[in-house]
């Protein structure tokens, strides 16, 4: 017992952040109860909250050492610590957005909830970014699933809120069943859920590659649910458009950053040969080949996704189409392996994450305006407000990967990763697919540019606060400056990937 508390108390003391989210988490529902009246106290006390989390995180000196906690089954490391300020960045810019969001403002529960559960889903995404153990990784799924599916329905007054998070429920239900039993299985295979453990034991495995590669995959599913991929990624478009606009962003962002940083760990530490090569490429265990498993899934997913956007009609739904491409793209750095793969994969994120929050930031203003999500809707908006315009034509080229903006910096990165890995034809395809989005990415352009509306509709004009255009202002200068200065960002980006093969 002494041991024990020993060695929980040493835990503990790596645990900071986690405790704040858990301590604020806790005060939430008190200052719910309390300013019942004052619609939006929990949510000032959860920006508070979020930003002191990112202050302790940034100022935490113990993390570039690395170390294991509870018992191996939690890591502090570099690595962990680039996806939750990911991470939190995206929840702290979600919780700005809500505060102009009159679908959740006028909703007829009451906001404070929304930002409890906020919090609850942050908690686990920072669990899912630190498990080194499958059953860890589960509870962590299951932490930010529990609230995400509330947050996806919040709105339940609306019809279509109301069947998203039912959908939502379903599926990653479904999802989660089948990555439990794929845990079970490479239980019973190796006699361990520890990832570095496992990966001992896979190297070492003689029997059967059948059941081994069952259990990958089964594991794998679960993981492709939450980042949008071929083929589990039917939830998405309908979760995405009927989610509150907030909800939508978040989800696009942050909980795929967790399901990434995951998927990258149990394969950087789990399932591949670290002592294959000096570069850390890809050596398959037990002939399960599970290069060409992710490279075939980074295909399908880029491909599906940029075809299906071109017949959107609703600006949601494209853009949720474009966030299943974009996961085909960063699968495309997970297929390769290697440590300028990683790397391509953190840098893409970053870019992303500007990109796709700023892009539902302009349709949340507008649909505060006009009511619509429609893309017909948005003609003439140019003539409505300059900076809305502006602002997504910005957001909509840099997502399509025109230089100079940042989404060229984060694919020129991510596809020379692959090409230096030889991966030719991976890299053709990403190219190819980048030049179909362009095509309904332009589209939205286009209609707010060149398609006017009768003269009584352009007279009305869209109006947005100072504060939500301050925000916006401040999503897109770095979309556009990042092309100045983005060493630091390298250098920040390679500190953090090379710690997932330091053993």
Known sequence: MELFLKELIKSVAFFKPEIVLVIMLIISVFVDVI?????????????FGFILTIIILISDSTVSLGSYTFSG?????????????IILIGVIITTLMTFSSKELLQSKNSIGEYYILLIGMTIGM???????????????????????????????EVRRASE???????????????????????????????LTSMNAAIANYTGNTLPLLVAGLMILGGIFYKISAVPFHFWTPDVYEGSPV??????SVSSKAAGFAILIRLFAVGLVDINASA?????????????????????????????????QENVKRLLAYSSIAHAGYLLMGVMVMTTAGIEGVMFYFITYLLMNFGAFYVVQLVANEINSEKLTDY????YRNTLLAVSMTIFMVSLAGVPP???????????????????????????????????????????????KMPDEVQQEKIKITTPSAVLLIAIVAPVVLLVINYAPLLEWIKNSATILFVK
């Not at 300013?35 to 920006?47: N, R």
């Not at 890809?282 to 071109?310: D, Q």
């Not at 003609?379 to 140019?382: D, E, K, V």
Request: charged residues 10%; aromatic residues 18%; without cysteine.
């Open 73 to 85: 089954m939690f890591a502090v490391d570099p690595f962990s610590q680039f996806f939750k300020i």
């Open 405 to 451: 903006l940042a989404g060229f910096l984060g694919k020129w990165y991510l596809f020379n990763s692959v090409i230096e890995a030889n991966e030719i034809a991976i890299a053709v395809i990403g190219v190819l697919n980048s030049v179909v989005s362009l095509y309904y990415y332009m589209r939205v352009v286009k209609y707010m540019f060149l398609r």
């Open 246 to 251: 907030a909800t939508t962003a978040l989800l």
């Open 379 to 382: 003609s003439g908006l140019a």
């Open 126 to 156: 920072f669990l899912l970014a630190s498990s080194t153990n499958l059953i860890m990784m589960y509870l962590a799924f299951e932490t930010m699933s529990i609230s995400s599916y509330v947050l996806a329905g919040y709105t339940k």
């Open 279 to 311: 570069e850390y490429v890809w050596k398959t265990f037990a002939s399960v080949p599970w290069e060409w498993i992710i490279g075939t899934v980074a295909v399908l997913t880029m491909t599906l996704g940029n075809l299906l956007a071109i017949w």
């Open 35 to 47: 300013f019942k009246k004052k619609q939006l106290a929990t949510g000032y006390f959860a920006l």
């Open 164 to 194: 998203a998070s039912l959908k939502y429920v379903i599926y990653g239900s479904l999802a989660s069943g089948i990555m439990i039993y794929g845990v079970s299985l490479i239980y019973g295979l190796t006699g361990t859920l520890d």
